[in-house]
Structure formats: structure tokens, C-alpha cells
């Protein structure tokens, strides 16, 4: 089995950014702080982020902050809790929490909680239970999770829980493994895992594993390199993860890496991108790989930077 | 890669205005895609009608409109730059009184300009956004139903696009007050569900939103789409998507169902009992006859359960179904024995080497010990009898001995049930 190509890896990431010369690469600017998020996060976890200048990211992220309190994807978009979150952890990991004005952006987040408990993505009101996360997530690093109506959210979320123990978008939708990551990470944050029948669920997240040894997002499809985070870290927050078979899923992440020129893939053999590499050392963070910095499963930051936001004043 | 950067600016701006004149000159063009510039003529021998438009960089042509992939990026770029600039010239001017029209003319630039970026880009939420913006101003039902065909043509290119399927849902909220004709919108977003859901396998976004169509519908819509969702699922029977919007169609009838039998309108079982009977009949059948699919054992588990919980008598209900408890008093024994009899007849495996037989016993096996499982957490439960954890342990072991977290939860089934029984001779 090969080994993780760290070097490979940072080199690519750092690389990413650069690229502004096919349609692929520009047509996502819209997300670019998602892709911030992602590339950077990885860096840390693989011990390198002091490899790029924080003061140019700081900047670029303050430019990104409308005058609503929430984050755009890229300069002169709209803000959405997607991105707003995004900012927000990017923040944490340089430990530069303290450039924001910690109220408002709480202000924005919980003005988009609506009657039921349930949260909008954005002033438009689509809403989503991924959404719930974004904004629990959020105000818990950002200390302000008193700001919102934890009960009513908590129910809410609860009532996105189906008959096979999984979670979906809105009340009666489907079960999927992406959703549940951010179910079960907001109702532990908030301690109300209470809600989840964990046998059940894990029962559910075990089945996603196939026989190549990569986890699938929902039954009968293919494995996939970000479904290691999504099912993985659900199963370590409800204590399950001893239900699967953690070297076969390390083997396959291993396999979806370019070994010549860095990045994860989807699966193995496919082209990669920032958003799978991320999501393949975020899980092979999980399964404790060697020389890996450890993954906090709920806020989806390394474990030394959630320390740092809860446990030092 | 080359040759586009050396595309010039203002060669851009010809392509975005080349583009920009075909979508106005067609306003019905209905599907929209990325093409190497040599299919072009592999089109024109399928085109039925004259040829409406064909360059080097666009062809047009039933309504249908291919760009080709050698100018994505630089008509992206230009569309983007146009649209960023046009909304920002609105933002600051927008709101001058209309006399001089110029307001109004900023309008009508960035909605041209949202247009052509959104058929680059499906998910630039920020030229979604703006679109709901103006449109919500004019109150127009026209202006909402140009939505409705800009996001299905969106669509048509990026059937997974999260951003224009929740347009669609924005749009139709936004109608759901003044027009009468909901329903109407419900059943035909139903049909573009399903048309997309044909040529998008297992695509989550459409069938969640098909889903969150079933609250707008009227009893007997969930009833038809119940019956005509069917034959298409028999025809798919790896989608989990449309099986669970088979589950949440008729989760919404057992719902009403229940409300009814609590306020005493109705004390009438038959109707959803032959609903179950029938699903767990044909998924039986289905079964048989597809060997190893996940989605269809998935399936039958629910449809097991909801029948344990409303039809039998023998095991103590959960608050939630206390209610509308049946009246036809099923014998949870009498159902149990027959789902294992199914899952034996699945659990032979003919030929080692036959990977869909031995999904198939496996996922037999895991069924019975799902059921199992629920059914011994289930409150206040009175086994019958000390389930047959022997045969299961024997049917896990053939079919799925690697499957360890299965071991743990036959493990807790047992100690559960010594306990009851230990209880009960006490």
C-alpha cells in the first residue's frame, strides 16, 4: 500500500489558486471560500499552513464580509450561511477571531432562524437542514450560540430524522450521508445526540461501506473519497466507529491520490480537485494516520484549534 | 489552452453578444449544452428542422442550443464581468426615479446578463439572487413563469444544480398565494422531476425536490402519484430516490389516515391496508425478479415496519401510533414467519462466484435482524416467542461474515430478550 504523499499534496494545494486558465477552474469562483476553507484546513492537518501568507487570506476574507454581517463565496457576491461559516473557521485556523466584530456576524446568523426553528440559507429562505449546522456551527466557535433558539433548532432538526435512523434536507427527505454529518454534528454540539438512535443510524452508515472498502452517501452508489468524512465523523460522534472496517477504508482513500502531482480524487484513477483532497485527509485525519494533525468531528477543524476557541481565554 | 487566452477582450464581447442575440431571438430554446466544436456537425444530421444559427462557437436549432467547450472561458468571463458590473451600476443607480428609463434599461441589462452567466455557471447564487430580486418587485405571474423556464433550462444542462431547483421552489412560493392553479404546478414539476430523473440517475437534488412538492398536493395527487411513480420505479429499481419518494407519499396517506381515524371521520382500515399489501406484494415480486438490490430490501424494511406498527396487535405501540392503531389485528408472529420464509428463499447462493446472489443473501439476512431489532426495541414489546436467533446467526454468518457491527447487534438483541423472558416468567 502506498503511502500519504504529503509533500505532493501541499504543493498542489498551494498551486490551486493559480490556476486561472481552463473553465473549470474559474466557473467555481463563486465558492471560492469554501475552497479556502478546504485547501486550508488540509495544510493545517498536514502541518503546513505557515506555507502561504495569512495576512493576504485575512484580507481577502474581510472583503468577502457583507454589510449584512455574513460572508460571500468570493468579493461582490451575496453572503450565504455557507460561506459565512467557511470565513469563520478559515478565521479560526489562523487564530484570528478577534478581527471580527463577533456580534455582528451572530446578529446575521440568527436573524435567518425562522418560527419553527428551522434556518435559511440566506435572506431568500430556502431552507435546509445543512443550514442548522451552518449556523450552530458557527455561533459555537464564534461563542455566541445563546444568540439563537437552541431548542426550537434542535427540534427541527429532529424532525428531519427518518425511519432508517438517517437525516435529510427537510422533514420527510431522503436519507443522505452529507446530511446527516450535519444533523448529527449540530445536535452534538448542542448535546442533544439524545436524538439520534445510534445503533440504528450506525447500522445505516455501516451499510455505506462497499466491498472496494470506500464509503458511498446513500445505497446502490458508487464510493466516493468525501463520503470518508461525512460517514466517518458521523460515526465517531455517535461512538460507532469501531463498526467498520477502518484499514480497508484507508487503502482506498490512499488509492485516489495522484502520486506524481498531488490531490485526492473522487475515486481511484479519477481527476482530482481541492474538495476531495480535503475531504481524504480529513478522513484519514479521523482514522488517526500517522503524522496527521487530529480532526475535531463536529466543527470540522483540527482538534488544537477547537481547543484553542473553547479552552483558552 | 493557448489559443483561448489569446482570445482578446473585445472578441469576448462579440461572443457575449452573439450569445446574448441568440437566447433573445429564441425565447424557447428548452435544453442547452457544452460541445466539442466537431459534433456540430454530428447535430445537424439529427436536427429535424432548418438550421436557426451555426458558427465556429454556437449552434442553434429545434430549440435546442449547443456551445462549444473551445469558448466557455472566455464567454464566461465576459458574462461574469458584465453581469458584476451591470448589478453594481444597479445597486448604485437602481433606485432613481424610472423617468429617464435609465434605471429600468440597468434592469433589463443585468437580467440579460444573469441569463447567459446562469447557462455558464448554474450555481452563481449571487445572479439567482438578483433575478428573485427584480422579479419579486414586478409581482408579474409572467415574469414567474419566465423563472420557471430559465431554471428547467438551466436544468437541462446541470440536472443536479442545488441553486435552480431551489429557484423553482422560490418561484412557486412566491406563486403558491395568488395563483389558483397550484396543483396544477405541482403535478407538471412532478413530470420535469421525473422527465430529468430519466436521463440524471440517483439524482438526490430532484427527487428532494419532488419530495417537497408532496405538501403542496391534494390527497388525491399523492394517490395518483403513488400509482404512476410505480411503474417507473420497477423500471429503476437500483434509484433509492424514488423508492423513498414511494415512502413519503405514503407516510403523507398514513398521516392523513390517522388524523382521520382520531377525529372519528373515519374508522376505515381497508383502503391503506390494501395499499401496504399491495407495495409489499409488488416489492416481493420486484425482488425476486432483480436479484441483489440494495434500494428495493431498503424499501421493504419500511414498509415492513409502518405494517408491524399499524396492522399488528402484539407489539406495544410507540405514542406516535397509539392513535391510529388498525383495527385489523394482524399477527405479528403470522407476518414475521413470512418475511422469513422470503429472506430464506433469497439466501441461496447458487455460485460463489455470483456477486449479485450473494449481495442478495446478505442483504436478506441483514433484513430479518433489522426487523428483529426494531422490533425488540420497540416499548413494552411481548415476544411471541424467543425470536429464532439461531437460524439468523447462521444466515449472517454465510452471507455476511466480515459485516462485524452485525455481530454486535445480534449480540444486544439476544441479551435484550433474555431479559424479557426472564422477566416474564418471573
Not at chain 2, 437534488?205 to 390527497?219: D, F, G, I
Not at chain 2, 423513498?244 to 398514513?254: A, E, G, P, S, V
Amino acid at each position: 500500500m502506498g503511502e500519504l504523499v504529503v509533500d505532493k499534496h501541499v504543493e498542489y494545494i498551494l498551486s490551486v489558486e493559480k490556476r486561472k486558465d481552463s473553465f473549470e477552474s474559474v466557473v467555481l469562483e463563486h465558492l471560492r471560500m469554501n475552497g479556502a476553507y478546504w485547501g486550508l484546513t488540509t495544510l493545517d492537518l498536514l502541518g503546513k499552513l505557515d506555507a502561504l501568507d495569512s495576512n493576504e487570506v485575512i484580507q481577502w476574507i474581510m472583503k468577502c464580509q457583507h454589510e449584512s454581517g455574513g460572508f460571500a463565496g468570493n468579493i461582490g457576491h451575496d453572503p450565504h450561511l455557507l460561506y459565512t461559516l467557511s470565513a469563520v473557521q478559515v478565521l479560526a485556523l489562523f487564530d484570528k477571531l478577534n478581527v471580527l466584530d463577533a456580534d455582528k456576524v451572530a446578529n446575521y446568523i440568527s436573524g435567518l432562524q425562522n418560527e419553527d426553528g428551522s434556518f435559511s440559507g440566506d435572506e431568500w429562505g430556502e431552507v435546509d437542514s445543512r443550514f442548522s449546522y451552518l449556523a450552530i456551527c458557527c455561533l459555537s466557535i464564534l461563542h455566541r450560540l445563546d444568540k439563537m433558539n437552541v431548542e426550537k433548532a434542535v427540534n427541527y432538526i429532529a424532525s428531519c430524522k427518518n425511519v432508517d435512523g438517517g437525516f435529510g434536507c427537510t422533514p420527510g427527505g431522503e436519507s443522505h450521508a452529507g446530511q446527516i454529518f450535519c444533523c448529527v454534528g449540530a445536535l452534538a454540539i448542542t448535546g442533544s445526540l439524545h436524538h439520534v438512535d445510534k445503533d440504528l443510524l450506525g447500522w445505516w452508515l455501516c451499510e455505506r461501506q462497499v466491498k472496494s472498502g470506500g464509503l458511498n452517501g446513500r445505497p446502490e452508489k458508487l464510493p466516493d473519497v468525501c463520503y470518508s468524512w461525512w460517514v466517518l465523523s458521523s460515526l465517531i460522534m455517535i461512538d460507532r466507529v469501531h463498526w467498520i472496517n477502518k484499514d480497508k477504508l484507508v487503502k482506498f482513500i490512499l488509492n485516489c491520490q495522484d502520486t506524481e502531482n498531488g490531490g485526492i480524487s473522487d475515486r481511484p484513477e479519477d481527476a482530482v480537485d481541492v474538495f476531495h483532497t480535503y475531504f481524504g485527509v480529513a478522513g484519514l485525519s479521523l482514522l488517526e494516520y500517522p503524522g496527521l494533525k487530529a480532526i475535531d468531528p463536529a466543527h470540522a477543524l483540527p482538534v488544537d484549534v477547537v481547543n484553542r476557541i473553547f479552552f483558552q481565554k | 489552452m493557448r489559443e483561448e487566452s489569446m482570445i482578446s477582450k473585445g472578441n469576448s464581447l462579440n461572443l457575449l453578444d452573439e450569445f446574448e442575440l441568440i437566447l433573445e431571438s429564441d425565447p424557447l430554446i428548452d435544453e442547452v449544452g457544452f460541445i466539442h466544436p466537431s459534433q456540430f456537425v454530428t447535430l445537424n444530421k439529427e436536427a429535424t428542422s432548418s438550421l436557426k444559427h451555426e458558427d465556429a462557437n454556437f449552434w442553434s436549432r429545434d430549440h435546442k442550443l449547443a456551445i462549444s467547450t473551445d469558448v466557455l472561458l472566455p464567454l464566461y468571463n465576459a458574462a461574469k464581468d458584465a453581469f458584476m458590473h451591470a448589478i453594481s451600476q444597479y445597486k448604485r443607480h437602481g433606485n432613481l426615479s424610472d423617468a429617464s428609463g435609465y434605471a429600468s434599461n440597468l434592469e433589463s441589462e443585468a437580467m440579460k446578463h444573469s441569463k447567459a452567466l446562469l447557462l455558464l455557471s448554474c450555481d452563481f447564487g449571487t445572479a439567482w439572487n438578483f433575478r428573485k430580486l427584480i422579479v419579486s418587485k414586478k409581482q408579474k405571474i409572467m415574469l414567474f413563469s419566465d423563472e420557471l423556464l430559465l431554471s428547467a433550462l438551466v436544468l437541462s444542462y446541470s440536472p443536479k444544480s442545488e441553486k435552480a431547483w431551489c429557484h423553482r421552489r422560490w418561484v412557486i412560493k412566491m406563486i403558491a398565494g395568488k395563483c389558483s392553479t397550484l396543483q396544477d404546478i405541482a403535478g407538471k414539476e412532478s413530470e420535469l422531476v421525473e422527465k430529468i430523473a430519466e436521463r440524471s440517475k440517483m439524482n438526490y437534488r430532484a427527487w428532494n425536490h419532488r419530495c417537497w412538492l408532496v405538501s403542496y398536493m391534494t390527497t388525491e395527487q399523492v394517490l395518483h402519484e403513488l400509482k404512476k411513480s410505480r411503474n417507473w420505479a420497477g423500471l429503476h429499481v437500483a434509484d433509492n430516490s424514488c423508492f423513498h419518494y414511494r415512502t413519503r407519499l405514503m407516510l403523507r396517506i398514513m398521516e392523513e389516515h390517522c388524523h382521520k381515524l382520531e377525529d372519528g371521520t373515519s374508522d376505515e382500515n381497508n383502503e391503506i391496508y390494501q395499499i401496504w399489501q399491495e407495495e409489499l406484494d409488488w416489492i416481493e415480486a420486484l425482488i425476486k425478479r432483480y436479484v441483489g438490490r440494495e434500494a428495493l430490501w431498503l424499501h421493504r424494511r419500511f414498509l415492513s415496519l409502518s405494517w408491524i406498527r399499524h396492522f399488528t396487535t402484539t407489539l406495544g405501540d410507540t405514542s406516535n401510533y397509539r392513535a391510529c392503531k388498525s383495527s385489523i389485528n394482524g399477527d405479528i408472529g403470522i407476518f414475521m414467519d413470512n418475511e422469513l420464509h422470503l429472506a430464506n428463499s433469497c439466501s441461496t447462493i447458487p455460485d460463489n462466484d455470483f456477486e449479485d446472489f450473494q449481495a442478495q443473501a446478505m442483504y436478506s439476512a441483514t433484513y430479518i435482524l433489522w426487523l428483529t431489532k426494531q422490533i425488540s426495541d420497540s416499548q413494552g414489546i411481548e415476544l411471541p416467542e424467543k425470536p429464532n436467533l439461531g437460524s439468523l446467526e447462521t444466515m449472517l454468518n454465510m452471507a455476511c461474515p466480515e459485516r462485524s457491527f452485525l455481530w454486535d447487534i445480534l449480540t444486544r438483541i439476544t441479551g435484550k430478550c433474555d431479559e424479557v423472558l426472564k422477566e416474564n416468567n418471573c
